[in-house]
């Protein structure tokens, strides 16, 4: 009896010590071969493509290849504006004029009949019928004859009949009676029934505005003219370059009608009232146009260069305009760039003038801006934040099922449960950290 409960103790003895060793075993095998990698983050922060400091972006060099990055210097430059913008040709009022009747009577006849025609100054216009004419040439031949046949008489007589006769001259002259008819006069002791007006002005004919058979009075107006060899340019300017137009600059302007000719002109004045609608000042050019070729109402281009001066400029490619800051970047060396808030003035041949916020020969991107501003909204490309959500990793150990314990009535004891191993983290871990 005592034999048999020591070859039973030695069974369960030897049953515990196997068990035993089985569980160490699985266990040091689950822990070591389930153990997660360590993840090295000084390489990851190290080796980023991009790196994001508040303001400051790092790129390597595959990245700055990737996006085209290209810088420049910023230089002191002479700029030269062109503003382009269209206009009308008017008339220049300065040179409208109307012919006007300096007699009363009746017009018999009109040299000139059509509008557009051409008057030169001292051209014969109309025919009039003109009774005070006839009396002013009959009063101007009795003075003449008064002073001849007194011209014996007494000094004071003779003095007056010859201021007589040089006033009956002097009101032919305010009639507008030629000096060269009026010697006619003299020589022919006859007079005219009939007066001819000469035009006091030359130019185009606007308007006739009298007809053959009419009565007319001293000031009638007989016609429009106006001296069309110069005219003048109304061009629209907005009101962001009317700060560079002044008096006297020179305008160069070109017409659909004359294709590969130019004009030129001056501007002579700058309209002090903005077009509500349009947002355009009006500005007015004087323009020679001895040819005739730039009509009235005909509609052209112009082209005026605004002289900016010697100042500080960078390529207009450099700049982002937020809508409530002008934002640059300055290359701090091959691979680090920070913004940089400046002032801006005028653009101008593809460069912007620089008022404040940085100095000559500091370096600008001048291509990819867009793109390295958009890694300071959202954070270094090289960020690793949220690889640690996707769950548990591949390698990660499943927890060993506890054996099936025995069953009393099978003679032979349950072995004692294995530990479960703990488990293993993430593959990845979470480095949402960084």
């Known amino acids: 009896m005592i034999e048999k409960l020591q070859a039973k103790k030695k069974l369960i003895i030897g049953v515990t010590a196997g068990v035993l060793v089985i569980g160490g075993v699985g266990y040091y095998y689950t822990v070591q071969h389930n153990k997660p990698a360590a993840v090295d983050h000084t390489s990851h922060q190290t080796n980023a493509p991009v790196m994001v400091v508040g303001d400051t972006v790092t790129l390597d060099a595959k990245a700055r290849q990737l996006a085209g990055v290209q810088t420049a210097q910023a230089i002191v430059k002479s700029l030269a504006k062109e503003v382009k913008t269209t206009g009308k040709i008017a008339m220049n009022e300065s ?48 003075a003449i004859e008064s ?45 005219k029934d009939h007066m ?53 600059q020179p305008v160069v302007v070109t017409s659909g009608a004359y294709p590969g000719q130019t004009f030129t002109g001056n501007v002579t004045f700058i309209n002090p009232v903005l077009d509500d609608a349009t947002r355009t000042v009006k500005v007015r050019v004087e323009m020679a146009n001895p040819t005739g070729k730039l009509k009235p109402n005909m ?56 008022l404040s916020g ?49 069953s009393p009535n099978s003679g032979a004891a349950a072995p004692a449960k294995t530990p479960l191993a703990p488990a293993a983290p993430a593959a990845g871990g979470d480095h949402s950290g960084h």
């Open 95 to 142: 040179g409208r004029t109307y012919i006007t009747s300096r007699i009363e009577g009746r017009v018999d006849e009109l040299y000139v009949t059509a509008d557009g025609e051409t008057i030169a100054p001292g051209q014969a216009i109309a025919s009039v019928y003109s009774p005070t004419y006839i009396a002013a040439q009959e009063e101007y031949l009795l």
């Open 147 to 191: 002073v001849q046949k007194l011209k014996n008489a007494s000094k004071d007589v003779v003095q007056i009949n010859s201021r007589l006769r040089d006033a009956a001259r002097r009101k032919l002259q305010l009639l507008n009676v030629p000096d060269s008819d009026i010697t006619h006069l003299e020589h022919t002791r006859q007079p």
């Open 196 to 248: 001819t007006i000469y035009a006091q002005f030359g130019g185009t004919v606007l308007e006739k505005q009298v007809l053959p058979g009419a009565f007319i009075m001293p000031g009638d107006k007989l016609y429009s003219l106006s001296d069309l060899s110069t005219v003048w340019l109304y061009a629209d300017i907005y009101e962001k370059d009317i700060a560079g137009i002044t008096p006297g």
């Open 299 to 354: 509609f052209v281009n112009a082209n005026v260069q605004i002289p900016l001066g010697d100042s500080l400029v960078i390529p207009e490619s450099s700049l982002l305009d937020t809508g409530s800051r002008k934002i640059v970047f300055m290359a701090q060396s091959e691979d680090t760039f920070v913004k940089r808030e400046v002032v801006v003035g005028q653009h101008a041949d593809g460069y912007v003038q620089i």
């Open 358 to 406: 940085m100095q000559p020969g500091e370096t600008v991107v001048t291509a990819a801006t867009f793109l390295i501003d958009s890694q300071t909204k959202l954070g270094s490309l090289g960020s690793h934040a949220g690889h640690g959500g996707g769950g548990a990793a591949k390698g990660a150990a499943t927890p060993t099922p506890a054996p099936t314990p025995v």
